[in-house]
């Protein structure tokens, strides 16, 4: 005998997908921007999370501060899909209201993913001043080998002997302006904002199921995702450095100028 589908779980995922779909199934209007605005990030913030943990651990090798960073931003991005469904189960807290966490739930994903991203680039050396540069580096890395090998292109691997794909696009993005940037970012973006809402749409229902479901699913949904992206960073950056980036390396003594105020990343 088939098992009878939980009314409760149809409503959850329609509603959920009513919030953020037209009827057409298409994103409703504002949706890409605010995706778009969450993997933007600036360089200060970056720089003051890793000399933040710097301070915290003044003796660890780049590759150390490598897993530090790894470890941290699994367990910011489970923990968080972990407690927005977990509200739905909250007497007071209905499956309509909690579908505005699991939204918040996705941006802070993709907050956490670009500090992630763009803090491993900078202990692997390439800086990141521009943060339109950064955004398409974190929407790649994303990707996959998709992204990375689109970045690939701006730079047409001619960067000498011995230079790997990472290094022919890091150099690039760190210097001025590419030629055919402009071109190469719309592919990029436009490659993940389709995988992500097909990715983090699933994600979205599954957070705002009721009965405690979600937060089972809220926490899985987002350590498979963040563990994606740490599989992706590893392969389009390759081995950490042997030794920590110039800018990086004598600052366990310094006093710290900036503040990530509410962020729990590196706590």
Known sequence: MARRRNPAVRIAQETAHNAVFDSDGKPKPGVHNVLLRAVEIQRPLVLAYVRRL??????????KLAEILERDY?????????????????????????????AAATVGFLEATALYATSLAELHGIRLTNPEKASTMVMAIMLGEE?????GTLSGQAM?????????????LTKSMP???GAIRNKIQKAFLKNLLKRQG??????????GIGAVVGGAGNLIMGRAVVANAKEAFGPVPDTIPGELKAVAAEPEKLTLEGNNLGS
């Open 74 to 102: 699994l367990r910011a991005v489970a923990g968080g899909g972990a407690i927005v469904g977990a509200t739905a189960v909250v007497p007071g807290v209905g499956t309509v209201a909690s579908l505005g966490l699991s």
């Open 147 to 151: 992204g990375t090998a689109l970045l």
């Open 160 to 172: 000498g002997k011995g230079a790997s794909p990472t290094q022919a696009w890091g150099n690039v």
């Open 54 to 63: 710097q301070r915290k651990h003044p003796r660890a090798s780049a590759a």
């Open 202 to 211: 699933t994600a979205l229902l599954g957070r705002a199921l009721p009965f």
């Open 179 to 181: 030629s055919g940037f």
